[in-house]
C-alpha cells in the first residue's frame, strides 16, 4: 500500500541521515522504526501486567516493608 508521510525539514534530514548510516533506504529505516515502536509497546504492557500480577500478590509486604 503507498503512503505519503509528510516530515518537516528536520525530521527529512535526521530520516536522511538514519539512512546514510544504516546502509538502508528511507523507507526501510521508516518501517524498522515502525516494528521497534510496536515491540515497546508490547513490552512495556506485558510490564504492565506482571506489575499488577505482583501488587495484587505481594502488595500487602511491600507496604509493610515500606512502613519500616
Known amino acids: 500500500m ?3 508521510l509528510r516530515l518537516s525539514d528536520a525530521e ?3 530520516l536522511d541521515r538514519l539512512a546514510r548510516r544504516s546502509g ?7 518501517r524498522q ?3 521497534e ?3 515497546r509497546e508490547g ?4 510490564v504492565e501486567r506482571s506489575l499488577d500480577w505482583a501488587l495484587d500478590r505481594y502488595g500487602d ?3 509493610r516493608l515500606g512502613e519500616a
Open 24 to 30: 538502508l533506504s528511507k523507507n526501510d529505516v521508516l
Open 2 to 4: 503507498a503512503m505519503n
Open 37 to 39: 515502536k510496536a515491540a
Open 33 to 35: 522504526a515502525l516494528v
Open 12 to 14: 527529512q534530514d535526521l
Open 43 to 46: 513490552h512495556r504492557a506485558q
Open 61 to 63: 509486604v511491600v507496604r
